[in-house]
């Protein structure tokens, strides 16, 4: 949404519902047809991916500001993933046929989405050479580092990661199982770089954990 011009944010936000969802709704189904985006304007949300054997993989962390479903909606396809709630959840909806409309008026606009959609890609794309190239402790290092300068707030003692996300989750969105995720939690704790309580994490050292991927 910062990519777009004053008119263009004030066209697209009128042309949709404010609609509230509780925690563990979803917004969109991996498969479904297209037929609304969203615009996120408070709360968390997952993006998940099912894979054929029905393993889920929690690919992308989404909040205020961000649109959800707009794949589908631009190319015509099917959902490419299922993207569901992490707390309550603000978002104006928008039928495909408003959208239409608003295309028409702001063609400017649509262009700017498909930037979006690349940079998306482009982060997918970087995050599987990782998953490659990099270990377990790198990319939940890399992972905690970006969910905390992204989404973080101040806290007494550090960043809190203001994401309720479970351990399995955790380890999910860096490509780990949830036993590596533990035991590398277990090690950040020891080094003084995190402090975890159930579905909350507090960066104490944010340069300290930086500095575990920086140089991968």
């Given at each position: 949404m910062a990519a777009l011009r004053p008119e263009e944010r004030e066209a697209l936000l009128s042309s949709g519902t404010e609609i509230e969802f509780p925690p563990d709704s979803h917004l969109v189904r991996q498969g479904e047809p297209a037929g609304e985006l969203f615009v996120l304007l408070d709360g968390?949300?997952?993006?998940?991916?099912?894979?054929?054997?029905?393993i889920p993989a929690i690919m992308a962390v989404r909040a205020r500001g961000d649109l959800i479903g707009e794949f589908a909606v631009l190319d015509g396809g099917r959902r490419t993933a299922s993207v569901i709630t992490v707390d309550t959840v603000i978002a104006i909806r928008i039928s495909v046929r408003r959208y239409r409309e608003f295309d028409d008026r702001f063609p400017g606009a649509t262009r700017r989405f498909y930037d979006g959609v690349l940079g998306k890609m482009?982060?997918?794309?970087?995050?599987?050479?990782q998953a490659r190239a990099w270990d377990a402790r790198t990319r939940l290092a890399k992972t905690l580092h970006e969910l905390a300068v992204t989404h973080g707030v101040p806290a007494e003692e550090g960043v809190e990661i203001p994401l309720p996300l479970s351990q399995f989750e955790l380890g999910s969105l860096a490509g780990a199982s949830e036993a590596t995720t533990e035991r590398h939690l277990h090690e950040f704790r020891a080094l003084g770089l995190v402090r975890t309580h159930y579905r909350k994490i507090v960066v104490l050292d944010l340069d300290g954990l930086g500095a575990l991927w920086e140089g991968s």
């Open positions: 968390y949300v997952k993006v998940v991916m099912t894979t054929p054997e029905g482009r982060a997918t794309m970087e995050r599987r050479i």
